[in-house]
């Protein structure tokens, strides 16, 4: 089974500095996934980033890149220059790649909620 | 135009009654999805549709029933509502594949409050 977790359940950061939310997650899929959702207080999800079990490089989009450490099985995600609109609940989620016909859930981690102060 | 929509958006109703919600992409995909997300933000799968055809089913409650008309829509009908039903759903869609990114296209969710 596939496990995503979140172990900062709130970090801050003052605004323009960088901040990493953390993720670690454990499969026994040899082909998998991960994405990083943004959930401000309006409610939507927001797609941020995605990394490929076998991407080489680091996936970045924008102010957003993801450290992924595939021997260790974190994927954390590092936002540059934050900024007061940053602030929100981040979700970390993972998905087995290798299968269709719909199998593709989205196994999420409990999220880390960032506060951005001026 | 709005890629994946959600009605209502709000639904505040009393425990026992019978509700729906309804979901439809315009993005032209195959899956679509339903996920509750709990007065803690925790979101989980409940459903996936691929092509009308109910493929993941996490046990759920059977009051939850999944309808799926056409590949663009997935409604979701709940029978005898109780409270800790009250949760935020999410419908989502993404393109099938068999490898690669699939990425997931979530709707804005409707706020079901059981009273």
């Known amino acids: 089974a596939q496990k995503i977790t979140q172990t900062q359940p709130g970090m801050f950061v003052q605004e323009k500095e960088a901040v990493t939310l953390d993720c670690t997650y454990d499969?026994?899929?040899?082909?998998?996934?991960l994405f990083w959702y943004k959930q401000p207080s309006s409610g939507e999800m927001i797609f941020l980033i995605y990394q490929g079990s076998y991407d080489q490089q680091n996936a970045t989009e924008g102010r957003y890149s993801l450290n992924f450490q595939k021997a260790r099985k974190s994927a954390n995600l590092v936002i540059s220059a934050s900024q007061l609109g940053d602030s929100a609940m981040y979700f970390c989620a993972i998905y087995r790649t290798g299968f269709s016909g719909g199998y593709n859930k989205l196994i999420f981690g409990a999220g880390t909620r960032l506060a951005v102060h001026p | 135009d709005t890629a994946v929509s959600q009605t209502p958006k709000y639904l505040v109703t009393q425990m026992g009654n019978d509700k729906s919600i309804k979901c439809e992409q315009n993005?032209?995909?195959?899956?679509m999805y339903w996920y509750k997300q709990d007065s803690k933000k925790f979101l989980k799968i409940m459903f996936s549709?691929?092509?009308?055809?109910?493929?993941i089913n996490e046990t759920v409650p059977n009051r939850f029933s999944p309808k799926s008309p056409d590949k663009a829509h997935l409604n979701l009908h709940i029978n005898s509502l109780e409270l800790g039903d009250s949760a935020v759903y999410f419908c989502?869609?993404?393109?099938?594949?068999?490898?690669?990114?699939?990425?997931?296209?979530f709707g804005p969710g409707t706020r079901l409050t059981v009273l």
């Open positions: 499969t026994s899929d040899p082909s998998y996934g």
């Open positions: 993005l032209g995909h195959d899956t």
């Open positions: 989502a869609s993404s393109q099938d594949g068999a490898s690669g990114r699939v990425e997931q296209f």
């Open positions: 549709y691929n092509n009308k055809e109910l493929i």
